[in-house]
T-cell receptor
Framework: DAKTTQPPSMDCAEGRAANLPCNHS???????VYWYRQIHSQGPQYIIH???NNETNEMASLIITEDRKSSTLILPHATLRDTAVYYC?????????????FGKGTHLIIQP | DTGVSQDPRHKITKRGQNVTFRCDPI?????LYWYRQTLGQGPEFLTY????????KSRLLSDRFSAERPKGSFSTLEIQRTEQGDSAMYLC?????????????FGPGTRLTVL
């Protein structure tokens, strides 16, 4: 799986959009971008994933650049409960059975 | 859907003792994963089951670690002769394994402290 680079921490004001960047310059054609988050003392929670098109669900939006070398996770209206560590993960499609490779992620702090 | 459950949530043990953790995956999920997470780090993959078969082990899984999933449902992770370096959060995840998205759903984890 390709390596990802994320800023170690970010702040965002409550009610504003939180934009979390991720670089994955060595991503290959069959690799998806996944985002998980981990609230303190809980297990990781799946947020969203995508291949090359932008994706949106009830939690967030994922914007992937045309060259697929970077992506941005957008939480449109951040709340205090969105304070967590956010992990960007790249992995191959096809129901890959191997484990997810987590980095250190971005610690997002939502300020009241 | 009750989600992935793990038991116990916390375990404190003395160095040299054996410990066993249990994971109950989401019903009908045929893949089950174990991860370990130390303070300040992301989770690290340990091992994975497809039904009752253990198909992959990380090099992190030393000989003191053993995992089973005897009936393809719940799984246990045993650590023998615990060491202080084993102190970590042990996470379990499951997935149906049928969809190409292969989303892993995680349990709350078992936090192990070895004194």
């Amino acid at each position: 799986d390709a390596k990802t680079t994320q800023p170690p921490s970010m702040d965002c004001a409550e009610g504003r959009a939180a934009n979390l960047p991720c670089n994955h310059s060595t991503i290959s054609g069959n690799e998806y971008v996944y985002w998980y988050r981990q609230i303190h003392s809980q297990g990781p929670q799946y947020i969203i994933h995508g291949l090359k098109n932008n994706e949106t669900n009830e939690m967030a939006s994922l914007i992937i650049t045309e060259d697929r070398k970077s992506s941005t996770l957008i939480l449109p209206h951040a709340t205090l409960r969105d304070t967590a560590v956010y992990y960007c993960i790249v992995r191959a499609s096809g129901g890959g059975a191997d484990g997810l490779t987590f980095g250190k992620g971005t610690h997002l702090i939502i300020q009241p | 859907d009750t989600g992935v459950s793990q038991d116990p949530r916390h375990k404190i043990t003395k160095r040299g003792q054996n410990v066993t953790f249990r994971c109950d995956p989401i019903s009908e999920h045929n893949r089950l994963y174990w991860y370990r997470q130390t303070l300040g780090q992301g989770p690290e993959f340990l091992t994975y089951f497809q039904n009752e078969a253990q198909l992959e082990k990380s090099r992190l899984l030393s000989d003191r670690f053993s995992a089973e999933r005897p009936k393809g449902s719940f799984s246990t992770l045993e650590i023998q002769r615990t060491e202080q370096g084993d102190s970590a959060m042990y996470l379990c995840a499951s997935t149906q394994g049928q969809s190409f998205t292969d989303t892993q759903y995680f349990g709350p984890g078992t936090r192990l402290t070895v004194l």
